[in-house]
């Protein structure tokens, strides 16, 4: 377990002659960060805490780094004094969050004494922890370095190395729990997949931070063939056949990505599969242009689909979900 010795060695400096903060080390490893329950909005949480008995590290972090979509390095950062801060306090007994949370604190334990800290670089890096059938859990380390504390007496200190604060979690409802599933990818359009990862069909992907949809069709299967359809749509039974694909990463995904057979074995990921439902294709033509050449778009329609996990050995079914607007193919007769 790494000890923070810097902070040992700190307290060293500042103890009280009457032995009050008689401390030779300090140790929040063990300690989980913590956080007052009510908002709700978790994202917008800017007070976490770590008590280790009669110590606690305070931190107030700076509005909007705590977002539910993975960030890429070194984009969501702070600053201490301003606009963050962080607190080392002692109490003259241990301290437990009613302290910090309650409405009306506790009057025992008091405080003793605290250290600022008045220099520090803060990071966030935030990523997908898990998905399960309802959330899509994300899990934001907060860091910080070259931090600096200081004492009543102007005794200052700085630590070079990093400081890894803690893991904070928020668990936001998947794409395909939102009140109307997948609504989060409304504004994109599929994009094709120049080469299909499976011979002899066509892969159309839409991508959105961490996560993407996909829909894999057959050739033989003539959904986007060249003929405008009438009233009655085109329809393929979604029965047993995993056309339809929902799959979060624990990084940045890319149409690359969406377009693997496979991923690398330093790439977790979760999906969900179409088990059961209809897919629904209805075709309009275009007026030829000069050459001669018709357009024609497809708009894709996904009918009381139902999506399975088949991670472990008891697959998990979603509720069945009444229609998603996957969005529209164009194809080119020349």
């Known amino acids: 377990m790494k000890k923070m010795l810097f902070f040992a060695l700190f307290i060293g400096l500042c103890s009280c002659d009457d032995g009050d903060l008689q401390i030779e080390e300090v140790d929040f490893d063990a300690s989980n960060i913590e956080s007052c329950p009510g908002l709700a909005d978790p994202t917008q949480t800017s007070f976490f805490f770590k008590i280790d008995e009669d110590e606690a590290l305070l931190l107030n972090l700076a509005g909007g780094l705590i977002n539910n979509t993975t960030s890429e390095p070194g984009t969501l950062t702070s600053t201490i004094p301003e606009p963050s801060n962080l607190i080392y306090r002692f109490f003259s007994g241990n301290v437990t969050s009613a302290y910090f949370c309650d409405a009306i604190p506790p009057l025992e334990p008091s405080v003793v004494k605290e250290n600022l800290a008045t220099a520090g670089s803060i990071m966030v890096d935030t990523k997908v ?68 990862p499976v011979e002899g069909t066509i892969r159309l992907t839409k991508v959105l931070n961490d996560e993407f949809i996909a829909l894999e069709v057959s050739t033989t299967d003539s959904l986007f063939i060249n003929t405008a359809t009438d009233t009655i749509p085109r329809s393929l039974a979604l029965t047993d056949r995993e056309i339809f694909e929902y799959a979060v990463l624990d990084r940045m995904a890319n149409n690359d990505l969406a377009c693997a057979a496979t991923f690398g074995e330093d790439i977790k990921s979760w999906s969900f599969v179409s088990t059961s439902g209809n897919l629904k294709v209805e075709t309009v033509a275009g007026v030829p242009d000069a050459n001669g050449s018709i357009t024609y778009t497809h708009s894709i329609t996904l009918e009381n689909m139902v999506l399975t996990s088949k991670a472990n050995a008891t697959p998990i079914n979603l509720a069945e979900i009444p229609s998603v607007a996957f969005g529209t193919y164009v194809t080119v007769q020349e």
């Open 129 to 196: 922890d898990t998905l399960t059938s309802e959330t899509k859990d994300y899990r934001h380390t907060i860091s910080i370095t070259d931090l600096s504390l200081t004492n009543d007496q102007g005794e200052q200190l700085t630590d070079l190395s990093t400081l890894v604060y803690g893991d904070f979690i928020t668990k936001p409802k998947n794409s395909a729990k939102l009140e109307v599933p997948f609504s989060n990818y409304t504004d994109l359009e599929p994009i094709p997949c120049a080469i299909a």
